[in-house]
C-alpha cells in the first residue's frame, strides 16, 4: 500500500498529507465512505460535531479491523460552543468510539474576547490527552498570533480554504514562520475541474485535473482532505503517488 506523506506537528504526531473529508455526508453514506476510504488506504480521517456523522466515522473505524493508532482522526468544536468545551469533546469521544482524537481543531473563530481563554481550554484538553494535537480552523494569521503572544503555544494546524485558485505565497510563508501546518480544505470545490492548465497537466500524466490539484498541494507541502461519497473517486483521491508536478507546472497552478 502507499506510503502517504506526513507533516510533523511536533510532540511526536503525524498527520497524514492526504485525509479523507467527510463533510455532507450522513448515516449510511458517511459509513460506507469512510469504510471505503480506509479499505483503499486512507489513514486520516477529518469529521466534526457539526458534521453529524462522527458516529458512522467511529462505527467505520472500528468495524475496518485496523488499529485505534493506525488512523489518524480530526474532529472539531462547533462554533457556539466555546463554553462547553469539556461536554463537546466528550461527545465526540463517545461518538468516535475512541479515548482520544488526534487532533481537535476550533472549527471557527469564537468572538475575540472568548478567543484565548477557548485556547487555553483546548491546551488543558490536549494535556489530559484527550487530543494528541490542537489547532484552529477558519483563523486569520492576526488571530494566531493573539493565541502565541497569550499563551506560547501555536495552532498545530490552521484547516483553511485552499486551492490554485485561493494560492497565496504570502499566507503560506507566514504560517511557516510560525510552524503552523496548512491544512487545506475545499480542494476541489475551489477549482473550475474544466481549466485549460489542468486539463494539459492531466493529460501529460494520464491522471484527471482533480489529481493535478490534489498532488499540487502536496507539492507546496498543504495537507489536504478531500470528501468524495463514490468509491472511484475515493480511490483516485489518494491515487497521487505514480506521479509529481515539475516546479514549472507548480508554478503555472500557482497562478490559476
Ligand atoms: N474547517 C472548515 O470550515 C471546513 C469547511 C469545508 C470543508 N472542510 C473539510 O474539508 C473537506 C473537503 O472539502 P469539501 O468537502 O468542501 O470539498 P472538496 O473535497 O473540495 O470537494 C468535494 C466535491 O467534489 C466532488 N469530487 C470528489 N472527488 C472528485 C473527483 N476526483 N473528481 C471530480 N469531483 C470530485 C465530490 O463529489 P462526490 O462526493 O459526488 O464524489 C464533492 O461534490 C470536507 O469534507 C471537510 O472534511 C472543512
Known sequence: MTEIPVVDLGGGVEI?????????????????AVRHALRVGYR????????????????????????????????????????????TIADSLKALR??????????????????????????????????????????????????????????????????????????????AKRNVGVEGYSPLKGTRLRDRTLAEIAAKYGVTPAQVVLRWHLEIGVIVIPKSSHSERIEQNLDLFSFSLTPEEVARLNRL
Open 16 to 32: 497524514p498529507m492526504v485525509g479523507f473529508g467527510t463533510w455532507q455526508m450522513q448515516g449510511q453514506i458517511a459509513y460506507e
Open 98 to 175: 475512541t479515548d482520544h482524537v488526534d487532533l481537535w481543531l476550533v472549527h471557527w473563530p469564537p468572538r475575540s474576547r472568548n478567543l484565548v481563554p477557548l485556547w487555553q481550554d483546548f491546551l488543558a484538553v490536549r494535556d489530559e490527552g484527550l487530543t494528541r494535537a490542537v489547532g484552529v480552523s477558519n483563523y486569520s494569521v492576526g488571530q494566531i498570533d493573539d493565541l502565541i503572544e497569550a499563551t506560547g503555544e501555536q495552532p498545530a494546524v490552521n484547516q483553511i480554504p485552499w486551492s490554485p485558485s485561493r494560492y497565496d505565497e504570502a499566507l503560506l510563508a507566514a504560517h
Open 44 to 87: 486520516h480521517i477529518d469529521t466534526a460535531t457539526m458534521y453529524r456523522n462522527e458516529e458512522q466515522v467511529g462505527r467505520a473505524i472500528a468495524d475496518s479491523g485496523l488499529d485505534r493508532s493506525e488512523v489518524f482522526v480530526t474532529t472539531k468544536l462547533p462554533p457556539g460552543n466555546a463554553g462547553r468545551v469539556r461536554e
